[in-house]
């Protein structure tokens, strides 16, 4: 460990890193800059998310919200899996249709408003898929293989206002 030292010791000293540059300060090149000689002050309206913590902090907890919005819509919907529309086709099968929030398909953004009242607005992105099945009696369909027929976008806007999402 001692021999270590002493060679570590030298080749600092045989570097330089201890000694002066043979060049004169001023044909060095240093970046410095001046304080308040930004190109454009930072506000909250063009502050890099990742610095401004207040936004990043709303944002992760209005995921969490969307997250548990979609579980409600998908309990909810007038056609979910529990309410699920069953029709008799002419060929005497039947077919099941209901409709379910892709949770996969959540996207959200959160931004500060104008407004002092509420000071941050959220949009919450999802997909609503439409499911079928086909049974040759309405029992078999409640428990057929359910596939995707068709995706509709949806879009909704939320507010925070009194510590809430709303």
């Not at 309410?83 to 005497?92: A, L, Y």
């Not at 104008?114 to 099945?133: D, H, L, N």
Request: aromatic share 8%.
């Amino acid at each position: 460990m001692h021999k270590f030292a002493i060679l570590a010791i030298l080749a600092l000293l045989s570097t330089g890193a201890f000694f002066a540059s043979g060049v004169p300060a001023s044909a060095q090149e240093v970046a410095s800059v001046a304080p308040g000689n930004a190109s454009q002050p930072v506000t909250a309206a063009n502050m890099p998310l990742y610095l401004d913590e207040g936004l990043a902090t709303k944002h992760a907890d209005f995921e969490k919200f969307a997250k548990t919005r979609a579980q409600a819509l998908n309990r909810n919907h007038r056609l979910s899996r529990q309410r699920m529309q069953i029709v008799k086709q002419p060929d005497g099968s039947y077919l099941a249709r209901y409709h379910a929030i892709d949770l996969d398909s959540i996207s959200t953004k959160v931004s500060r408003s104008k407004s002092k009242t509420i000071p941050f607005v959220g949009v919450m992105r999802f997909q609503e898929m439409v499911m079928e099945a086909v049974g040759n009696s309405p029992e078999l369909c409640r428990t057929a293989h359910f596939k995707p027929v068709s995706a509709i976008p949806n879009r909704q806007i939320f507010s925070y206002k009194k510590g809430t999402w709303q």
